[in-house]
C-alpha cells in the first residue's frame, strides 16, 4: 500500500481540515450568511494580492479569469503584445484570435524569461497596442518572468494595461500589484490556494477598469463591471461553487494565521531543497536562470525515459507529478511544491526519484537525493520557515 501524495504544479493537495469545511450543509447563496463568508473571502484576497481594490471571484477555472481580462479590456481589432514562452503563453494568442483581436507575439525559448528589452522595443515600436499578457510562472516550463520590470514599462503608459496570469505565482511569491503597478492580475484556486478547481480570482487597477468602459468585446457571464457590482453587495452576479467558497475561507484564515511573508519563505525552502534533490540525480533544469518557487520542472538524466519516470512514481510510489506539455512532452518532469506541500513531501519525491532510477539500473543513487534535500531543509534558514506550517 501506497500513501498517495499530489504533487503536480495544479491541481494542488487539500488539508482535510479543508475538505471538512466544504462538506458542511450548503448555505444558500443569497443568504445572510453566505454574504458573510463571501466578503470575509474577498477582504483577505485583496493583501495576497496586494491591492485596495476589489479581488473577485470568479465560478470558472483560471483560463476563464483569462478570457475575461481579454473582453472586459479591449474591442475588436485591438491590438496587444504576447509574451509566448510556454503552453500557458500561448493561450493569449489562442484568446485574442478567438475574440477578433490583432496580436504582436514575443516568442520566447522554452524555458527562458522574457528580456524586459524586447517588451519595451514592441511597445515603442506598436503605440497602438492596449495591453501585455504574460504569465508570473509559466507553468509548462517553470519559468518565473520579470512582472515587476514589466509593470515598470507600461504604468506610465495611459493606455496600455499589464495583464498578469498569476495563477501559479499568487500566493506563492509576493506579487503587490498596487505597488508594482500591475493592471490585472489572476489566480486560481487549486494551486496556493489549496481547494479544488472550479474557483478564479481577478483584480483590476484604475487603469484596466477605466479600459473597461470603453471596451467593445461581447461578454456576459464574464462582465467584470456587473460582478463587481454585485459582490460589493455581498452576492455574486451568478450562482457560486459554495462549497469551494467556504473551503477558501478556511485557507485564507489559516494563511493569514501563518503569516504571507512566512508562507513565501516556507514555499521558497520547498523549491531549493526539491532542486537540490534533483541536481544531486543528475536531473537538469528546464528554467536554471529564472525558477519559480511555486514548481520545478527538470529533463530527466541522460538514457532515462521522462514519461515513464512519472509513471512509475504514480504507479509503484503513489506520488503524482506532471509530464510536460507541448513541445515538452514526454521530455520532462513538473514537481510542484505549492500550496499544501511540507518538507517530508519534498523528502517523499527525493526518496522515490532515488528508488525509481534505482529499478532503472541507476547505481549509486540511494540517499544521494534525500541528503541533499535534507541539507537545504536543516539550514538555519529553512527551519525557521519550517516552523511555519500551511495548516
Given at each position: 500500500?501506497?500513501?498517495?501524495?499530489?504533487?503536480?504544479?495544479?491541481?494542488?493537495?487539500?488539508?482535510?481540515?479543508?475538505?471538512?469545511a466544504m462538506a458542511v450543509p450548503l448555505p444558500h447563496h443569497r443568504g445572510s450568511a453566505f454574504r458573510a463568508v463571501l466578503e470575509r473571502v474577498r477582504a483577505q484576497l485583496a493583501p495576497v494580492f496586494g491591492?485596495?481594490?476589489?479581488?473577485?471571484?470568479?465560478?470558472?477555472?483560471?483560463?476563464?479569469?483569462?478570457?475575461?481580462?481579454?473582453?472586459?479590456?479591449?474591442?475588436?481589432?485591438?491590438?496587444?503584445?504576447?509574451?509566448?514562452?510556454?503552453?500557458?503563453?500561448?493561450?493569449?494568442?489562442?484568446?485574442?484570435?478567438?475574440?477578433?483581436?490583432?496580436?504582436v507575439p514575443i516568442d520566447v525559448p522554452w524555458g527562458q524569461s522574457v528580456d524586459p528589452l524586447a517588451v519595451e522595443r514592441a511597445l515603442d515600436a506598436h503605440p497602438n497596442a492596449r495591453?501585455?499578457?504574460?504569465?508570473?510562472?509559466?507553468?509548462?516550463?517553470?519559468?518565473?518572468?520579470?512582472?515587476?520590470?514589466?509593470?515598470?514599462?507600461?504604468?506610465?503608459?495611459?493606455?496600455?494595461?499589464?495583464?498578469?496570469?498569476?495563477i501559479t505565482a499568487v500566493g506563492v511569491l509576493p506579487m503587490p500589484?498596487?505597488?508594482?503597478?500591475?493592471?490585472v492580475l489572476i489566480a486560481g484556486s487549486q494551486k496556493a490556494f489549496m481547494i479544488p478547481p472550479g474557483l478564479a480570482f481577478i483584480a483590476l487597477s484604475d487603469k484596466a477598469w477605466a479600459m473597461s468602459e470603453r471596451a467593445r468585446l461581447p461578454r456576459f457571464y464574464f462582465d467584470l463591471r456587473r460582478e463587481r457590482d454585485t459582490q460589493t453587495k455581498g452576492q455574486t452576479a451568478w450562482t457560486p461553487a459554495i462549497s469551494l467558497v467556504l473551503g477558501l475561507s478556511d485557507v485564507l484564515?489559516?494563511?493569514?494565521?501563518?503569516?504571507?511573508?512566512?508562507?513565501?519563505?516556507?514555499?521558497?525552502v520547498l523549491a531549493a531543497a526539491t532542486r537540490a534533490a534533483l541536481v544531486a540525480l543528475g536531473f537538469r533544469l528546464v528554467a536554471a536562470d529564472s525558477p519559480s518557487p511555486a514548481?520545478?520542472?527538470?529533463?530527466?538524466?541522460?538514457?532515462?525515459?521522462?514519461?515513464?519516470?512519472?509513471?512509475?512514481?504514480?504507479?509503484?510510489?503513489?506520488?503524482?507529478?506532471?509530464?510536460?506539455?507541448?513541445?515538452l512532452k514526454g521530455r520532462i518532469l513538473r514537481i510542484g511544491h505549492l500550496g499544501y506541500v511540507d518538507r517530508f513531501d519534498v523528502l517523499a519525491i527525493a526518496g522515490a526519484l532515488e528508488l525509481a532510477l534505482a529499478a532503472e539500473g541507476r547505481s549509486g543513487t540511494l540517499g544521494v537525493a534525500v541528503t541533499a534535500a535534507q541539507r537545504v531543509l536543516g539550514s538555519e534558514a529553512a527551519m525557521a520557515a519550517g516552523r511555519s506550517r500551511p495548516d
Open positions: 500500500m501506497n500513501k498517495y501524495r499530489l504533487l503536480a504544479p495544479g491541481p494542488t493537495p487539500v488539508a482535510a481540515e479543508t475538505a471538512l491591492t485596495r481594490g476589489d479581488v473577485l471571484v470568479l465560478t470558472c477555472s483560471g483560463t476563464g479569469a483569462m478570457e475575461a481580462s481579454v473582453v472586459n479590456l479591449l474591442s475588436p481589432g485591438d491590438l496587444a503584445i504576447t509574451v509566448r514562452g510556454g503552453k500557458f503563453g500561448e493561450r493569449w494568442s489562442e484568446l485574442l484570435a478567438v475574440h477578433g483581436c490583432q496580436e495591453a501585455v499578457f504574460v504569465q508570473a510562472t509559466e507553468t509548462s516550463t517553470g519559468v518565473l518572468h520579470p512582472v515587476r520590470e514589466l509593470a515598470a514599462l507600461t504604468r506610465d503608459r495611459p493606455d496600455v494595461a499589464l495583464v498578469v496570469d498569476g500589484m498596487d505597488e508594482w503597478g500591475i493592471d484564515d489559516r494563511l493569514h494565521a501563518e503569516g504571507l511573508d512566512a508562507a513565501y519563505a516556507r514555499q521558497a514548481l520545478t520542472a527538470t529533463f530527466a538524466p541522460a538514457g532515462v525515459d521522462a514519461a515513464a519516470l512519472v509513471r512509475r512514481l504514480r504507479d509503484d510510489h503513489g506520488i503524482v507529478v506532471s509530464g510536460g506539455q507541448g513541445d
